[in-house]
C-alpha cells in the first residue's frame, strides 16, 4: 500500500497489492488493484497479459465466464503462450457451454509441455465433471509426480478412483 501511494503512476506496486489482496481473499480489493494496475501498464508487455490474466481469473471466480474469456484473449493477444492461462480459458469455455472450445484449449496448454500442476488439476476437474473418472485419475497421478505432497491432488486422486471403480472405467 505503501509503495502504490508513493509510486501511483506505476503498474507494478497496484499488480503486486492486488496480488496481496488476492493471497489474503480480499478479491474485490485485488481486482480493483490490478484494473488500475491495467490503466497504467506499458501496453503490450509480459505485465499486462500477466494483469489480463488475474483479471480472467477474478472475473472467473464471480462467475462472469464470458468477461472471464474476453481478458483471457486480450492476454493471449499479446502473449502467445503460457499453459495456465490457457488451462483457465479452457474452463470459462465450458462453464459457458462451449465444452469443443475448451477441450481444444486444453490440448493447447498441453502443447510443447507435459503440463504443469495447475493445468493437470484443472483439466482433471473437468474430466471428473463430465464423467470422464479414469482419466481424471490419471491426471490427478501426474500432478502429484510433480507436486507429491499436494494433499488436494491426492484427495481428488482417490476420490476419481473410487468414481471410476463405480463406474466400471478401468
Given at each position: 500500500?505503501?509503495?502504490?501511494?508513493?509510486?501511483?503512476?506505476?503498474?507494478?506496486?497496484?499488480?503486486?497489492?492486488?496480488r496481496?489482496h488476492?493471497?489474503?481473499?480480499?478479491?474485490?480489493?485485488?481486482?480493483?488493484?490490478?484494473?488500475?494496475?491495467e490503466?497504467v501498464?506499458?501496453?503490450?508487455?509480459?505485465?499486462?497479459?500477466?494483469?489480463?490474466?488475474?483479471?480472467?481469473?477474478?472475473?472467473?471466480?464471480?462467475?462472469?465466464?464470458?468477461?472471464?474469456?474476453?481478458?483471457?484473449?486480450?492476454?493471449?493477444?499479446i502473449?502467445?503462450?503460457?499453459?495456465?492461462?490457457?488451462?483457465?480459458?479452457?474452463?470459462?469455455?465450458?462453464?459457458?457451454?462451449?465444452?469443443?472450445?475448451?477441450?481444444?484449449?486444453?490440448?493447447?496448454?498441453?502443447?510443447?509441455?507435459?503440463?504443469?500442476?495447475?493445468?493437470?488439476?484443472?483439466?482433471?476437474?473437468?474430466?471428473?465433471?463430465?464423467g470422464?473418472?479414469?482419466?481424471?485419475?490419471?491426471?490427478?497421478?501426474?500432478?502429484?509426480?510433480?507436486?507429491?505432497?499436494?494433499?488436494?491432488?491426492?484427495?481428488?486422486?482417490?476420490v476419481?478412483e473410487?468414481?471410476?471403480?463405480k463406474?466400471g472405467?478401468?
Amino acid at each position: 500500500q505503501d509503495t502504490v501511494e508513493k509510486s501511483p503512476g506505476k503498474s507494478r506496486p497496484w499488480g503486486w497489492l492486488g496480488r496481496v489482496h488476492d493471497g489474503r481473499g480480499q478479491q474485490q480489493l485485488a481486482e480493483q488493484a490490478w484494473i488500475r494496475a491495467e490503466q497504467v501498464v506499458r501496453p503490450g508487455s509480459f505485465e499486462q497479459a500477466a494483469l489480463l490474466g488475474n483479471l480472467g481469473l477474478a472475473e472467473a471466480r464471480k462467475q462472469n465466464y464470458q468477461k472471464a474469456v474476453d481478458y483471457y484473449q486480450r492476454a493471449f493477444e499479446i502473449r502467445a503462450y503460457r499453459p495456465t492461462l490457457r488451462a483457465q480459458l479452457a474452463v470459462a469455455f465450458m462453464r459457458l457451454g462451449r465444452t469443443d472450445e475448451g477441450w481444444q484449449e486444453f490440448e493447447k496448454a498441453f502443447r510443447n509441455t507435459t503440463g504443469s500442476y495447475e493445468v493437470l488439476m484443472l483439466r482433471a476437474q473437468e474430466l471428473y465433471l463430465v464423467g470422464r473418472y479414469a482419466e481424471a485419475a490419471q491426471d490427478y497421478r501426474m500432478a502429484l509426480a510433480l507436486l507429491p505432497d499436494s494433499v488436494e491432488a491426492q484427495r481428488n486422486l482417490e476420490v476419481a478412483e473410487a468414481a471410476a471403480r463405480k463406474a466400471g472405467q478401468p
